[in-house]
Structure formats: C-alpha cells, structure tokens
C-alpha cells in the first residue's frame, strides 16, 4: 500500500515534467518554488513568496500572475513588460530557490519509513547513499520536486537476530533435562 502511494506521487510529480519535453532542458517554475522578485529602485514592490499551488504568486499592481510552466528567464521577461505599464523601463530581478527533493527512506530491517527533504540534488544523492563516484549509479537522473524512494538496511535474519535467545534456551532445556533425569 505504502509503496503504491509512492509511486502515486512520483508519477503525479512526473506527469507536468513529460508535459513539456522541448523545454525539458530549462528549469521550469511550478508550485513550491520559492520566488524573490525585485524591481531596482522600487524597494516597496519587492516581495518574497512561494508560488502557490493553482501555478501563481501575487505581486504588487500586477495582482495574480501565473508562474508555473515558464522557465525562470521567460517569467522574468513576462514581468518587465507587465511592470512597463506601470513604471518606466523596469529592471525586475527574479530568484529562486528550487522546489525541494523528497527522499523516501524504507528501513526493511526496522519497517519504518523517514521523508527526508532535499534542498539539492547532492543532498538527495547522499540521502540515497548514492556515491558520486560510482559511476553507475551517478546517470540516476534527479531533479527538483521529485520524490526518490530507496530501501535501506537489510531484510531481518531471524538467526542473526536471535543466534543467542536459541543457544540461551537449549542449554536451559539441556539442564533441566539433566536435572530431572539423574
């Protein structure tokens, strides 16, 4: 059941990526990402948001814009022009703080679950216990917003796990048996 959520939302995650496959090669701004949008010489517009969960974020004059589905430099260019209406030859500046990576981390010797968030893709690959020197494992491709699933541990052994319960109560048994039966 937990694993079928999993990839529930890792495919939900998925879909708005695969959406656009030509603009696949530019960040593209969606719900989380965290904008700080400046215009020089106007400190009272500045604002600091995240873009809301309907694609949007609202800005001073402008009201609601839509963010999500733009890539960072189109957005930018979106918004001198729409602030060009209103003050002359803007200079807006955009940044960005990247939606988080979630890693979930499956314990299988424990059953426990931990959610780890991932503000980069190097904190993710650690969380994934993923070397950077493998070379194998570095073409796993992770980008901002998706969730990662790994196991972690190993599956229980009752042998290892209980070698000394099982010697503990044979050599019980062994002296009760010699005990009773002198």
């Known amino acids: 059941m937990k694993k079928s959520i999993c990839l529930l939302l890792l495919i939900c995650f998925l879909i708005p990526i695969l959406s656009f496959p030509a603009l696949a090669g ?11 949008v400046k215009i020089i010489g106007q400190k009272d517009l500045d604002t600091k948001q995240a873009v809301a969960p309907d694609g949007t974020i609202s800005l001073p004059l402008l009201g609601s814009v ?6 960072l430099s189109n957005f930018k260019k979106y918004l001198s022009a729409e602030f060009a209406r209103y003050i002359k030859n803007p200079q807006v500046v ?11 981390q499956h314990d299988v010797k424990k ?6 968030e991932a503000k980069s893709i190097d ?11 493998d070379v194998g ?9 998706d969730i990662v699933s790994v196991e972690v541990g190993q599956k229980p052994d009752f042998w290892e796990d209980n070698w000394y319960k099982v010697l503990t109560a044979t050599a019980v048994a062994v002296g ?6 002198k």
């Open 26 to 36: 530019d960040y593209m701004l969606a719900p989380n990402d965290q904008l700080e």
């Open 66 to 71: 839509t963010a999500q589905g733009q890539t």
């Open 176 to 181: 009760i048996y010699a005990t009773l039966h």
């Open 123 to 133: 904190e993710a690959r650690a969380y994934l216990v993923i070397p950077t020197s």
């Open 137 to 145: 494992l570095r073409t796993l491709d992770i980008k901002h917003g």
């Open 111 to 116: 059953n426990t679950w931990d959610v780890k």
């Open 94 to 104: 955009v940044f960005l703080t990247p939606r988080p990576i979630y890693v979930i």
